[in-house]
């Protein structure tokens, strides 16, 4: 049984800094791209960042370009989403998400971890 698991999140002011994280079982980990999501109230669901199953390879939304990185461990089926200069705009649900190598479909998803950036 697949679980990913989200932490991290919380209150912050604008400006300021907070680290997700998403521990993945019952999968392969390394052979998974790995991805954050994020969905705020009365929207869409919408795509932040991504990393290749072997690390190395990364894909951000232009919104976070430059302030948010992703990065992981694979000896600790572990993913990181480290968000820096946060504003308010970021406030949202974060969620983990896990896609087969070769496929476009994300197939297991997180519970996710609320993350509110004050002004």
């Known amino acids: 049984q697949v679980q990913l698991v989200e932490s991290g999140g919380g209150l912050v002011q604008a400006g300021g800094s907070l680290r997700l994280s998403c521990a993945a079982s019952?999968?392969?980990?390394?052979?998974?791209?790995m991805g954050w999501f994020r969905q705020a109230p009365g929207k869409e669901r919408e795509f932040v960042a991504r990393i290749r199953g072997s690390g190395g390879i990364t894909s951000y939304a232009d919104s976070v370009k430059g302030r948010f990185t992703i990065s992981r461990e694979n000896g600790k089926n572990m993913v990181y989403l480290q968000m820096n200069s946060l504003k308010p705009e970021d406030t949202a649900v974060y969620y983990c998400a896990a896609r087969w190598t070769g496929q476009n479909e994300y197939d297991y998803w997180g519970q996710g971890t609320q993350v509110t950036v004050s002004s």
């Open positions: 019952g999968l392969s980990f390394s052979r998974y791209y």
